[in-house]
């Protein structure tokens, strides 16, 4: 038996019949809606690199059926900026040097972005802390936990 599932994905809404209910929201936004700026690492919850916004919760994609979407409000790394128009976290990323493969990156933007809008993330380890979800092979986390104390300084410039 398949399902229709209706989400809204970056403001656009999709009404997508015929999904199977074994599938997943991460195979949903990546191989249905065309969507692969959300990267499949591990599949079972482990790396983080599947992290969207659902509801505007961070949240495992490879973890959630589509189903289970239906009726949410969803975020992906296509949502947050452009190349030509990098929002403020990504820019420090540029900025910090907070990539190097960039598999890890869409997660680690997404749960930054999540951190960023619910805490004031005041140190370091508050910082690592939230990150604790996100593996990077690469960087070995210091500029992107740096990345994200300077985006949480540009955002705290910005509130009048
Ligand atoms: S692919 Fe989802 S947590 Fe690794
Ligand atoms: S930049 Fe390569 S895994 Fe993080």
Redo the contacts with the bound molecule.
Sequence with gaps: MSATVSVTVNGTKYDVQDVEPRMLL?DFLRDTLGLTGT?????????????VLVNGDSI????MLAVQANGAEITTVEGLGTPETLNVLQAQFREHHGLQCGFCTPGMLMTGEDLLRKYPLATDDEIREGLSGNLCRCTGYQNIVAAIRAAAGKRAEAVP
Excluded at 60 to 63: E, G, N
């Design positions: 991460s990267h499949v690492g591990c599949e079972h919850g482990v790396c983080g690199a599947c992290t495992r994609s490879c973890l």
